[in-house]
């Protein structure tokens, strides 16, 4: 059974960074697809980042430019590097990895991202 655990949540003001990790328990896999999602008060949940296993990349125009989401296949561990945040940045952030071996999809438990004054 794969567990996703998910750091680096918080509170920080508006223009302030943060990098969240997710990282996937157990070995002997690779995981395909990784993913940030976010879901932010009473709004569903949306996709924020997205990372294949070649490494290609994927973001919701509302983080172009400000958001980087890297992996380590060898940990399987994926990030995301947030820069300049904003206020409406505040959600919960969920991971999101997809394992084909295994034909199976697993959501960590999500991440709290307060940005405020």
């Known amino acids: 059974q794969v567990q996703l655990v998910e750091s680096g949540g918080g509170l920080v003001q508006p223009g302030g960074s943060l990098r969240l990790s997710c990282a996937a328990s157990?070995?002997?896999?690779?995981?395909?697809?990784m993913a940030w999602y976010r879901q932010a008060p009473a709004k569903e949940r949306e996709l924020a980042a997205a990372?294949?296993?070649?490494?290609?990349?994927n973001y919701a125009e509302s983080v172009k430019g400000r958001f980087t989401i890297s992996r380590d296949n060898a940990k399987n561990t994926v990030y995301l590097q947030m820069n300049s945040l904003q206020p409406e940045d505040t959600a919960v952030y969920y991971c999101?990895?997809?394992?084909?071996?295994?034909?199976?999809?697993?959501w960590g438990k999500g991440t709290l991202v307060t940005v405020s004054s």
């Open positions: 157990g070995s002997g896999f690779s995981a395909n697809f």
């Open positions: 999101y990895m997809r394992v084909a071996a295994y034909g199976s999809s697993y």
């Open positions: 990372i294949t296993s070649g490494g290609s990349t």
